[in-house]
């Protein structure tokens, strides 16, 4: 059975920092690409970030140069580190690969 479990969500203020992590069980995790996704309220779910198996990465427009997504294939962990958050990143952020969604894990951004 597959498990994505994310944690490190949080409350942080305007300018400040996060870093999410997203363990997966029941896959040989090494060999997909991994996926941030956040829904923000009335709002449709998109993608934040992407890393293929080789590390490659892709970024949404609305993030590049504020957020970082790696991995650790060696402990089935992706990261998605968060630099100069903003309100409107206030979102639940789900790791996905392949067919498979994690729980979510809320960031909220506020003074």
């Known amino acids: 059975q597959v498990q994505l479990v994310e944690s490190g969500g949080g409350l942080v203020q305007p300018g400040g920092s996060l870093r999410l992590s997203c363990t997966a069980s029941?896959?040989?995790?090494?060999?997909?690409?991994m996926n941030w996704y956040r829904q923000a309220p009335g709002k449709q779910r998109e993608l934040v970030a992407a890393?293929?198996?080789?590390?490659?990465?892709n970024y949404a427009d609305s993030v590049k140069g504020r957020f970082t997504i790696s991995r650790d294939n060696a402990k089935n962990l992706v990261f998605l580190q968060m630099n100069s958050l903003k309100p409107e990143d206030t979102a639940v952020y789900y790791c996905?690969?392949?067919?498979?969604w994690g729980q979510g894990t809320q960031v909220t951004v506020s003074s």
């Open positions: 029941g896959i040989i995790f090494s060999g997909w690409t």
């Open positions: 996905y690969t392949v067919r498979w």
């Open positions: 890393i293929t198996p080789g590390g490659s990465t």
